[in-house]
Every structure is written in structure tokens, then in C-alpha cells.
Nanobody, 120 residues
Framework: QVQLVESGGGLVQPGGSLRLSCRASGSIFSLSAMGWYRQAPGKQRELVAGITSVGTTNTNYADSVKGRFTISSDNAKNTVTVALQMNSLIPEDTAVYYC??????????WGKGTLVTVSS
């Protein structure tokens, strides 16, 4: 089992910045990849940014956030924390952001989600 705890999110003006954090605990040795997804009202959930191999710097980003968002990870003894630094935010970034973790066996875990609202 893997537990995910998200933090960050909130209301920010266009052009502003926010930082999301997701801490994974439990069977972290089984993790193969982690990432952030988002779901805007009336739209499907989409990948924002991911670490394709936990413990490496291999990352991928949605075209819409390249150059503005940065994903990073910090691996401690019993936890893995993945952060999403979001800069130059635009109203189209408004969504509920979800942390996701996948294991080598194909299990997928989701956080509860955190709301990001970009509005003046």
C-alpha cells in the first residue's frame, strides 16, 4: 500500500506562482513513477508532469506547461516527496490537481486532490 498526502494549492492571480507537494509513504520501494494530473470542470483528467522513473531525473511535461512548471522529487529513507513548482500561472491552469503514484506491479494510487484557482 502507498499513501499519498498532498499540500499546496489555493487562489493565485494570473502570472503568479504556486508550489504543490505530494508525500508518498508506505511501500515506497515498489514505486516506479509519480506525477501530477489535473482535471478542470467539464474536462478529462490529464497528465501535467511526471517523473517517469522514481529516483532519477527523467521527467515529462504536458506541452501546455513546458517552461512554466517544474517537477522534482526528494527521496528520503521512508518517504518520497514530489513537488510541482508552477510559475507564470494562467486562468487555464485552474483545476483540481491530483498526485499519482504507480508501482512496478501496475498498481495506481491517487491523492485526494488540491484545488488551484488562477483568477484576478
Amino acid at each position: 500500500q502507498v499513501q499519498l498526502v498532498e499540500s499546496g494549492g489555493g487562489l493565485v492571480q494570473p502570472g503568479g506562482s504556486l508550489r504543490l507537494s505530494c508525500r508518498a509513504s508506505g511501500s515506497i520501494f515498489s514505486l516506479s513513477a509519480m506525477g501530477w494530473y489535473r482535471q478542470a470542470p467539464g474536462k478529462q483528467r490529464e497528465l501535467v508532469a511526471g517523473i517517469t522513473s522514481v529516483g532519477t531525473t527523467n521527467t515529462n511535461y504536458a506541452d501546455s506547461v513546458k517552461g512554466r512548471f517544474t517537477i522534482s522529487s526528494d527521496n528520503a529513507k521512508n518517504t518520497v516527496t514530489v513537488a510541482l513548482q508552477m510559475n507564470s500561472l494562467i486562468p487555464e491552469d485552474t483545476a483540481v490537481y491530483y498526485c499519482n503514484a504507480r508501482t512496478f506491479s501496475g498498481m495506481s494510487y491517487w491523492g485526494k486532490g488540491t484545488l488551484v484557482t488562477v483568477s484576478s
